[in-house]
């Protein structure tokens, strides 16, 4: 880590016990010549929330595949709990952009489906009580039966938090999990999401693009560079806690997003 990064990262929110680390992770294409991240460090302690942003191509989505397990890095180490991360597994949360719920499954038989892939089907009928309290959570007690074509975006999206959530995993990984609702349900999801993240003292780590999302959902915002992709700043969100779409007009918050925005213009034109 150079001079800048290291700065960058001092009062990062570091205090807590340490859930997932990044040590040095590099990631290189050989055969097409391209240098995707450049020797990444990260923590995420228990019960955080943060985010990376960064311009398009910087590496967002080869980082967040490496943290899933599904692309192993060229270069460091990735551990969570203490454990190599050398795969995908069952104490990684992953929610991308789409739901991808199967249609011809009802709500309460998607939210299962990762068991039942893993552990057989009398496995996923076990969890089905623990299925049903996680809707509860969500707000969709009563559509346990109902097929997806039945559900909105949003309700569709919340199934797929549950979905997540079923392996009980020590970190969720959310690719967007919500670009393409229109900004009204955007905005009341991620409070949603904010809600069960607190409820459950989940770790969670965002990609995204929108500034604003990012600030009013975490404690610490990571800034990357263009390919190839590091962090040039982490910064620390000084906002209370639950948040509210009001504090969006406070101008603490504004100050927040302009810092960010300043510091991706910057980055564009190194």
Not at 173 to 181: M, Q, Y
């Amino acid at each position: 880590m150079n001079a800048l990064q290291r700065s960058a990262f001092d009062g990062a929110g570091l205090a807590g016990r340490p859930v997932y680390e990044l040590r040095g992770v590099a990631k290189s294409y050989a055969r097409r010549s391209i240098h995707a991240l450049d020797r990444v460090d990260l923590t995420l302690t228990e019960g955080s929330f943060s985010s990376v942003i960064g311009p398009s191509g910087c590496g967002k989505s080869t980082l967040l595949k490496i943290m899933a397990g599904v692309l192993p890095p060229t270069e460091g180490s990735v551990y969570l709990e203490g454990t190599p991360v050398t795969g995908t597994r069952r104490d990684i949360g992953m929610m991308f952009q789409q739901a991808t719920l199967f249609p011809w499954r009802t709500t309460l038989e998607n939210i299962v489906l990762p068991i039942e892939i893993r552990d057989g089907k009398k496995a996923a009928r076990a969890m089905h009580d623990e299925a049903r309290a996680l809707l509860d959570l969500v707000g969709l007690k009563g559509f346990d039966s109902v097929r997806p074509n039945e559900l909105s975006g949003g309700m569709a999206q919340r199934a797929a938090i549950c979905r997540m959530l079923i392996t009980k995993p020590a970190v969720l990984l959310l690719d967007e999990p919500f670009s393409a609702l229109d900004e009204l349900s955007r905005d009341f999801m991620n409070m949603e999401l904010q809600r069960i993240c607190m409820e459950r003292n989940a770790t969670a780590f965002l990609v995204t693009h929108s500034i604003p999302e990012a600030v009013i959902l975490s404690d610490t915002v990571y800034v990357m560079s263009p390919r190839p992709g590091n962090f040039v700043e982490a910064i620390n969100i000084d906002l209370p806690r639950p948040r509210t779409l009001d504090m969006m007009t406070d101008p603490k918050f504004g100050e927040y997003v302009r810092r960010i925005r300043a510091r991706l213009d910057k980055g564009a034109f190194l």
